[in-house]
């Protein structure tokens, strides 16, 4: 039998890993199979850094919560100029084919 090698990870990868389980809509199992490490691996994470939640929503920080917010403005200030934008060239071109 082979010896089992152990992963040793930074405590930032550990936190960042948790913090993206515990706020991401995709699955945990799917999480840890993108980044590599074991489910269990990631359970303990977000059990240790999210009370045990794998939703955490309301384990995150204010800062994080004030980042988040922050972050959704800006795209939704994005996508609604994009919106009008089309609603404009949508309405140019329709009245250019009658």
Known sequence: ??????????????????????TSDKSTHQIAKELGIGQSTLHAWVKKYYSGSTKAGNSLS?????????????????????????KK?????????R
């Open 62 to 86: 204010t800062n994080d919560l004030l980042e988040e917010l922050k972050r959704l403005k800006k795209e939704n200030s994005r996508l609604t100029q994009e919106r009008d934008i089309l």
């Open 1 to 22: 039998m082979g010896k089992r090698k152990v992963s040793q990870y930074t405590e930032e990868f550990k936190q960042s890993s948790a913090k993206l389980a515990a």
């Open 89 to 97: 060239a949508t309405a140019y071109f329709a009245s250019e084919t």
